[in-house]
């Protein structure tokens, strides 16, 4: 594996949320506290309260999110606990913390979707969840409560539903590589009529994002909307150069666009925002103007209003048909067009008209993944 300044980057910001472990925004629920009440909204349409768990000796709330990959690391062994447990008197119930709109766009970088209710949805049914997927992240009343640190974050009620586990799922996001199973272990204890051996553990993920980083995302985006923006000319050479993809061991996403074509103005601020996700990977974005060489100051004066602080090109020569056979010789022409191609020069997504942008982060993912992986999946 080899690691990018990003990507370590990125490591330090996580090892910095489990410190927090020890300085948490909010203390972390007690043992042998009262399970707190709750009325939370989950993806299958129901509202979920401790009442719909009544005849479960034990109850188990895993704090749980979309973006965090360490989170995604989980979820198979989530859903193996339940199928393990089910039919056994075990309730379990999965509940995203975060405000969705903390969470920055550079801290989606390892994953398909955000945090809101409505990606709650496509994530459950997408990857799917044998448990309920409830939401507390407009208000985090209960998340407050309970001082949810990170994602995965479990807590574990006996049948009077008082706290008696809280901690991680296991010790290993690699699952090859688990050696104490602190969750199942518990919940074996707890239907045995026992003690568990362990009672706490830390948790590692990513730290919740309070609502009172919203302010701090706020920041951020102003920030990058002042970043400089640039646009070069490109004829044929430049343009076989560009879809070649030779030797920059990066993903590259090529986007053909018009200030004239309506679907492309219509998703450009969805597209330049693909940018501000990935970019701290080995990932670059790439627009074209499919526009004539002098349209280049009404180009630059869009691209500028859009923040669009990218590699920006347009069109070099009048010959529009043979800078067309030089980027993509599949491409009918119809715009938008765009390319998702390799390190390997491979195009791995290719779409013409608008774009699918889930299939395509859908698609960049696991193609990033492959050169530099999330140091918690295995190779």
Known sequence: MR???????????????????????????????????????AV?????TPADFKSDKV?????????????????????????????????FLAINPNHADAVRLDEMAYTDLGDTFEEMKIRSEYAGFNFPFADDGPTQALSMKFGVIATPHVFIFDQQRKLRFQGRIDDSEREDLVKHRDTANAIEALLAGKEPAVTTTRVFGCSTKWADKVADNK??????????????????????????????????????????CGPCVSEFDELVEQNLIFRQRDFELVTLAAQFPDEEAKVLKFLQKKHASTRNLIFGSTDKYAL????????????????LIDPEGKVI???????????LRRAIVPALNAITPWPGLSE
């Not at 996580?14 to 939370?40: E, I, K, Q, T």
């Not at 010789?329 to 938008?336: K, R």
């Not at 997504?349 to 889930?358: E, V």
Request: hydrophobic residues 45%; proline residues 6%.
């Open 44 to 48: 299958d349409g129901k509202n979920y």
């Open 59 to 91: 109850l188990v709330l895993i704090f749980t999110s979309n973006h965090c990959p360490t989170a995604q690391a989980y979820e198979g062994r989530i859903k193996k606990l339940v199928t393990a447990y089910r039919g056994k008197g075990v309730g």
């Open 349 to 359: 997504y290719r779409q013409t008209g608008s774009i699918d942008f889930l299939a």
């Open 219 to 260: 920041r951020w985006r102003e920030k990058v909307r002042n970043e400089p923006v640039s646009l070069e000319r490109a004829d044929a050479a430049a343009l076989r150069e560009l879809r070649a993809n030779a030797g920059t061991g990066k993903v590259r996403m090529i986007n053909v666009w018009a200030t004239w």
């Open 324 to 339: 067309v056979e030089a980027l993509d010789p599949e491409w009918n022409g119809a715009l938008p067009h765009t390319l």
């Open 3 to 41: 690691y990018t300044p990003a990507l370590l980057l990125a490591c330090l910001a996580l090892f910095m949320s489990v410190g927090r472990a020890f300085a948490a925004d909010y203390p972390v629920l007690p043992l042998g506290s009262d399970l707190p009440d709750f009325n939370l909204p």
